[in-house]
């Protein structure tokens, strides 16, 4: 399992350079004009684990398969999208297929790239996109329970809990909050999120910033920090055009580069963590002769489910999980010292999988 981030921002924040980084490609085009992006370019990449390369030289695996995460890249919004404005239509219906939101936001002066509403204000800007997508949210709710109001009258519970849910919704965002910030009991949380609101959604803001600024930020990126922590969302601070430059070298040349830029790793790492983060997501492995591979689950996910991630059959047939820790496996120099150490065990279905497990499955095929 991995996840779909939307990149969001305003025209002219940097989305497009950001995803030419991420994805190590140049298919996105980066230019200054809005809308450049039409349609969404959608990106695999790689998540980066040093752990995977450790564990494939102790087992001497043949291949290394890290897990994958996808990001796509969204066309502009300006003011007036949750009314069509632009490409607001078409914008607001590619956020809604996503899991996550990047919201790309200006923290640089330059003058050689216009912005579209005249100012650099990351904060406003991030305002601005919020409204459209509440707007939008309160559009949606006010025709969705008008359509609920028949099905309500016949005593049909699945609906009376849709409404439940879309009214909790509605009240928040009449507030001027985004439904994020709505406390859902765990009871409702499947069915909140097949509601698939746009402002329910987990937002990571990332600062674009100036080349000097990559390493520590600025005062318009710690004002985006400061907003995030009001709303316990999450901030990273990038410089796209330093990421796009350092994708295209070799890993050797990149890590100098890094270091010159008295940056100790690439900004796509810290954008993954905080994204894993957001969604709450963790990674086990599986490990042997022919392959060394990383797999990704919800954290408190059980043992059978995190074998169906692999193949149904795993999760239907399960029986049970031997497992070794991270940490154990390296210490034991492999599965026979950790062994030896006592390290070695075995899990039965209500086994809730730990970030960094090294995990072989046993089922009925």
């Not at 904060?123 to 949606?140: N, P």
């Not at 999760?315 to 599965?335: H, K, S």
Request: net charge negative; proline share 4%; with cysteine.
């Amino acid at each position: 399992m991995g996840f779909r981030m939307g990149i969001v921002g305003l025209p002219n924040v940097g989305k497009s350079t950001l995803f030419n980084a991420l994805t190590r490609t140049a298919a996105a085009q980066a230019a200054n004009f809005p809308f450049c992006t039409i349609e969404p370019n959608v990106g695999e990449v790689a998540v980066p684990d040093p752990r995977l390369e450790k564990l494939a030289v102790i087992a001497g695996s043949r291949q290394i398969i890290p897990t994958r995460m996808t990001f796509v890249d969204i066309a502009g919004l300006v003011r007036g999208a949750s009314k069509g404005e632009g490409l607001g239509n078409q914008f607001l219906a590619n956020i809604r297929e996503c899991d996550a939101i990047a919201h790309v936001l200006r923290c640089f002066e330059d003058g050689d790239i216009t912005h579209i509403e005249g100012r650099i204000d990351p904060v406003a800007d991030a305002e601005t996109i919020e409204t459209e997508l509440m707007l939008a949210d309160l559009e949606s709710i006010e025709r969705r329970r008008a359509n609920l109001a028949r099905k309500l009258k016949g005593g049909d519970k699945e609906s009376a809990d849709q409404d439940r849910l879309l009214a909790l919704a509605q009240a928040a965002l009449n507030e001027g909050r985004p439904a994020r910030m709505v406390k859902v009991a765990e009871d409702d949380q499947k069915q909140w999120r097949i509601l698939q609101l746009l402002t329910a959604k987990p937002v990571l803001y990332v600062c674009n910033v100036e080349e000097a600024a990559a390493a520590r930020g600025n005062s318009q990126s710690a004002r985006v920090a400061e907003m995030a922590k009001a709303q316990g969302a999450a901030s990273v601070v990038i410089s796209a055009r330093i990421e796009e430059e350092i994708s295209q070298l070799p890993d050797d040349e990149a890590a100098m580069f890094l270091e010159e830029m008295g940056l100790h790793e690439a900004g796509l790492d810290r954008l993954i963590r905080a994204g894993y983060e957001l969604l709450g997501l963790q990674t086990y492995f599986t490990i042997g002769p022919k392959e060394a591979r990383a797999w990704t689950i919800p954290k408190g996910t059980l043992a059978p489910q995190a074998a169906g991630v692999i193949h149904g059959d795993f999760e239907r047939g399960f029986i049970r999980a031997e497992t070794v820790a991270y940490d154990d496996y390296i210490a034991g120099d492999g599965e026979a010292g950790a062994k030896e150490a006592g390290k070695f065990r075995v899990e039965g279905k209500g086994y809730e999988v730990q970030d960094g497990d090294v995990l072989h499955f046993l089922f009925n095929g």
